[in-house]
């Protein structure tokens, strides 16, 4: 297992055209976040997935932004009607988490640099 | 919601010399992440503690959870040093488990051969 993968790693799209970026977590990682970071800033919490239910999503997720993990192994982002504002670098991490375990380590993977134009 | 701050914001250094950066969160935690960022590139995980000190190599992490601080120290740098360096602290817990981190604006570092 190469760790934490994502594709596409660039993509450049026009204002209001649809994307969906993908996210293939190490294997055995139950736990799975989107995460947004925009230039000069630290990563921003978008949602997470414990298997292949969505447990939380941040404000930050508008009605724009969907995404699923449907068996509990990769998962999908998808953002409609892209905007300017949607430019960023969407990370995905993954973790795995014991139910009472207290700690465990997030996993990063290398990104995907969305430009809209 | 925790607030995380780091500094410096920038810091410059000749290669060789002994690196700190500092990072402080207002709501106490259980553990702390450093992470390392190179330029348009992936976060790399480097550190999770949760007291005490660890060493990897040339790094060192340090954490005070009474003062809610944790210094990065980094001996003998390297121009290869020179990324982003950035802390992040769980926001919280699902199942009994931390989950969700809330990150520092990050410690952009350049050392110079």
Not at chain 1, 52 to 57: D, I, M, N, R, T
Not at chain 2, 33 to 47: A, D, E, K, R
Request: charged share 20%; with cysteine; net charge positive.
């Amino acid at each position: 297992d190469t760790g934490v993968s994502q594709d596409p790693r660039h993509k450049i799209t026009k204002r209001g055209q649809n994307v969906t970026f993908r996210c293939d977590p190490i294997s055995e990682h139950n736990r799975l976040y989107w995460y947004r970071q925009t230039l000069g800033q630290g990563p921003e919490f978008l949602t997470y997935f414990q298997n292949e239910a969505q447990l939380e999503k941040s404000r930050l997720l508008s009605d724009r932004f969907s995404a699923e993990r449907p068996k509990g192994s990769f998962s999908t982002l998808e953002i409609q009607r892209t905007e300017q504002g949607d430019s960023a670098m969407y990370l995905c991490a993954s973790s795995f988490a014991v139910i009472g375990g207290g700690l465990n380590e997030q996993f990063f993977g290398p990104g995907t640099r969305l430009t809209v134009l | 919601k925790n607030e995380v701050e780091q500094s410096p914001q920038n810091l410059t250094a000749q290669e060789g010399e002994f690196i700190t950066i500092n990072c402080s969160y207002s709501v106490g935690i259980s553990a702390l992440h450093w992470l390392q960022q190179h330029p348009g590139g992936g976060i790399v995980s480097l550190f999770m503690l949760s007291s005490g000190k660890k060493k990897h190599g040339r790094l060192i992490a340090t954490i005070n959870i009474q003062e809610k601080h944790s210094s990065l120290h980094i001996t003998a740098s390297h121009p290869r040093d020179s990324a982003v360096y950035i802390c992040a602290v769980p926001e919280g817990y699902s199942g009994g488990s931390n989950y969700k981190l809330t990150f520092g604006k990050g410690t952009l570092l350049t050392v110079n051969p």
